[in-house]
């Protein structure tokens, strides 16, 4: 394997292990203590300066709750069986559904992108309906006034 491909492959698995952590909520050091290894050497793994053992995959998959069989995939470089075809599943999901406008749709599409390493393929077009917004004049209810309510409750003994 040359350099630069043994280079590309320590910081994508770094940076698939960070953006898992990340998306666990956990720091550096939380992670580190669930997996039993040191900060110094998670964060080296972070940064793409190490690969880890078996052992320590498994560790990180228990940690991260991610499958082993994924972190280990992951560090070989070898993207998940069927990576494409999920893809695809959920760039049409995304497509088609009604409760998202189209700049909430291709921000979708450009984070799925980000993470499984595809471009984002084009948002179609659709006319955004927004909703009508009341203007400040409109009154929210048919509810007296603060002053009108005070009034009527001294009226009534209240």
């Known amino acids: 394997m040359s350099s630069t491909t043994h ?3 320590y910081d994508a698995f ?31 793994i972070e940064h793409g300066l190490a690969l880890p053992s078996i052992a320590v995959l498994s560790a990180l998959a228990d940690a991260l709750s991610v499958s082993a069989e994924t972190m280990l995939l992951r560090a070989a470089g070898i993207a998940q069986p069927n990576t494409r075809e999920r893809s695809s599943r959920t760039e049409d999901s ?10 909430q749709k291709h ?9 499984v390493g595809s471009s984002p393929a084009a948002v179609p077009v659709e006319p955004v309906q927004v909703p009508a917004r009341r203007s400040a ?10 002053a009108a309510r005070a ?6 003994g209240v």
């Open 7 to 9: 280079d590309q492959l």
């Open 14 to 44: 770094g940076a698939y292990v960070r953006s898992q952590r990340q998306l666990a909520q956990l720091t550096l050091r939380q992670t580190a203590e669930l997996a039993s290894i040191s900060n110094p050497y998670l964060s080296q």
């Open 94 to 103: 995304i497509r088609q559904d009604s409760r998202l406008d189209n700049s």
């Open 107 to 115: 921000a979708l599409l450009a984070v799925l992108a980000s993470f």
């Open 137 to 146: 004049r409109t009154p929210t209810s048919a509810r007296p006034a603060p």
């Open 151 to 156: 009034a009527s409750h001294r009226r009534k």
